[in-house]
């Protein structure tokens, strides 16, 4: 890892667990992503957590923030090798550096035949103006990330959070993909830290599983929908007996 990572605590590893348990017990929620993340996720560090339907969502860089000044941006992702080492990636941005050029310190435009290095400098500068904005806008001075990553079956997950500082420029190197020059990639310290794509113009941040991450297994079961839902609203239980779980 670049950055710091994180551990969670005893009490905090216990909640994760159970609320993952929790979730997809529910025979109406599909995945533990998204919103239901943020959920889970405030329900783990002790957090209130604003109710979408009533203040609306917004589209900010950090989805739960502490009072101490703590900011999380919060992300799943499904993925084969979850061990300490592997290598995991995420769209962090969509950046159309082309169309900002000029405002990103390159009057004369940027274009898929320019230098790595000027596309990667309007990179950086174009997330560094996300991650600052949103950073004061939100009260975070402690900013990081709190990724779930998930086997296929969702019965393995490793929680990993680490420090999410600005990105400097000077300390990256650019290369193309290959000839074609469909992607390019951002070396960090000799590792690929950072890959762009123009045709999508979505911007990706990779990273590695640290030691420190929390890796845990839940065996879990959907609850049939019409006993779900006369526990959840104190209803007698359906006609025909209380049925099983799935």
Known sequence: MLERAYSLSQEERSRLAEAVRAAFAV????????YIWEAVFHYVKG????DPVLVGRRKLLFDAVSDDGRGWSLKTLLWRHLGVGASYEFVVQRADIFKKAAYF????GLDAQSSPADLGCALIRHWNQKFEQ????QGVT???VSMLLKSLARDRFTYVEYAYPPLDEDEFEWRWTDSNHVGLQ???GGKVRVKWYHGQKQMFE???VPESAFFFEVEWDRCEAGLFCSTMLGLAPPAGGAPKLL
């Open 105 to 108: 310190g390159f009057p004369a």
């Open 134 to 137: 949103d950073s004061i806008r």
């Open 27 to 34: 025979p109406f929620l599909a995945d533990v992503e998204g």
């Open 47 to 50: 957090l209130a957590m604003p």
């Open 206 to 208: 990779v990273q590695q």
């Open 186 to 188: 951002g070396f960090h």
């Open 142 to 144: 402690d900013p990081r």
